[in-house]
């Protein structure tokens, strides 16, 4: 029987342990135990020192190994996931045209482009650059040119009326399956919606709009720290993309002086970096920083408007803007080579370098002055 005592936190910790422990042993990693327990206790701001802290204090009270936290563990007993590649198991990857230009942007790995399952897309930009009008204009084209895919919005921020708005503005966005998050702000169980519904593997392409908003609802309404938010809600998509091979879009925000808001650890894990910009004269493009499916297309910028209430790409000045990027890499080149040959024939031949040329002339001209 575990004591309950201490401070509040500390009580907290212990209640909940003998409500869900005390018949066994618990033998998991520290870090899963205290994901279970921010999920279990919302009320209390529990630090993961604390809780490892107070586990220690219970092992010894019972007289067992109640847990062993990951820093404790020996290597026989941390699982071996090292695997030869050709034995690894992969979703079953599709790959999704819009019909629009844009796919050329998404991935170059097969002729034409476009969007890849299994991925996941971080989607940065100033606020009114369009991110979120062009992504649903994706995905109302790849709906269209795919019948049978199963597509979905993920809403964190609209309510159904600002829905109602935002379709007069853009028809073509009518279609697409929507999951309004505002709803269950209420039920408080966001949490279990994304996991259950938005990315249970139901799905081959999904939205949502936005990543930071949903770690604010979690801190808000659920009582979750916003570390341990993020880190929750981008091993979700993680997961779903490499294990249930879904193709994921997560809006991100910028901050007013254009700086990305969110961890390094989403920057980095996810597949690509989609930035919409504008430049000096207010026109907007797309940009993509990095892109493991569309390596050629970086830094490329493809510009885009809004006319009729669709998406219309700037093609022939993207198809320009690369055409003048190659002669000049060309030219570049070229020019390198050229300095190479010119080493090569003037200076290899005595055996010099420019370096010591240059020595040598200096010399040359202070001796003169000297004899003066």
């Not at 930009?125 to 009008?133: A, D, F, L, M, W």
């Not at 929750?232 to 997961?239: A, E, G, K, V, Y």
């Amino acid at each position: 029987m575990i004591e309950i005592r201490g401070g509040k936190k500390e009580q907290a910790i212990r209640e909940w342990y003998s409500e869900n422990f005390t018949a066994y042993p618990v033998q998991s990693k520290m870090v899963d135990l205290y994901d279970k327990l921010k999920l279990d206790i919302t009320s209390e701001r529990i630090s993961y020192g604390m809780l490892n802290g107070i586990m220690k204090d219970i092992k010894h009270e019972v007289g067992g190994d109640v847990n062993i936290p990951l820093e404790e563990q020996t290597l026989e007993e941390i699982d071996n996931s090292v695997v030869k590649i050709n034995d690894l198991e992969f979703p079953n990857f599709q790959l999704y045209k819009t019909g629009t230009y844009i796919d050329k942007m998404l991935s170059d790995h097969e002729e034409g482009g476009g969007q890849y399952t299994g991925t996941v897309t971080i989607v940065v930009g100033e606020s009114g650059v369009g991110k979120s009008t062009v992504l649903l204009d994706v995905l109302a084209n790849l709906k269209i040119t795919n019948p049978d895919a199963s597509i979905l919005y993920v809403s964190s921020e609209m309510t159904r009326n600002d829905i109602y708005f935002y379709k007069q503005k853009t028809p073509i966005i009518g279609d697409i399956p929507t999951l309004l998050m505002m709803d269950y702000i209420k039920t408080g169980n966001m949490d279990k919606v994304l996991e259950q519904v938005a990315f249970s593997g139901d799905h081959d392409i999904i939205l949502l709009d936005s990543f930071q908003d949903m770690v604010v609802k979690f801190k808000d309404v659920l009582g979750w720290k916003a570390t341990y938010a993020e880190t929750w809600l981008t091993n979700l998509m993680i997961d779903a993309a490499d294990k249930k091979g879904l193709g994921i879009y997560a809006i991100q925000h910028l901050t007013k002086g254009g700086t990305y808001v969110g961890s390094t650890y989403l920057k980095h894990a996810t597949t690509a970096m989609m930035e919409f910009r504008f430049d000096s004269e207010g026109g907007r493009y797309i940009e993509f920083s990095k892109n493991r499916r569309g390596g050629s297309q970086i830094n490329k910028p493809l510009y885009f408007t809004l006319e009729d209430g669709k998406i219309v790409y700037d093609s022939s000045r993207f198809e320009s803007t690369n055409e003048i990027k190659r002669i000049e890499s060309t030219e570049r080149e070229r020019q390198v080579e050229a300095s190479k040959t010119f080493d090569r024939l003037f200076l290899g031949a005595t055996g010099e370098t420019p370096e010591s040329n240059v020595e040598e002339i200096e010399l040359e001209i202070v001796d003169t002055n000297d004899k003066d």
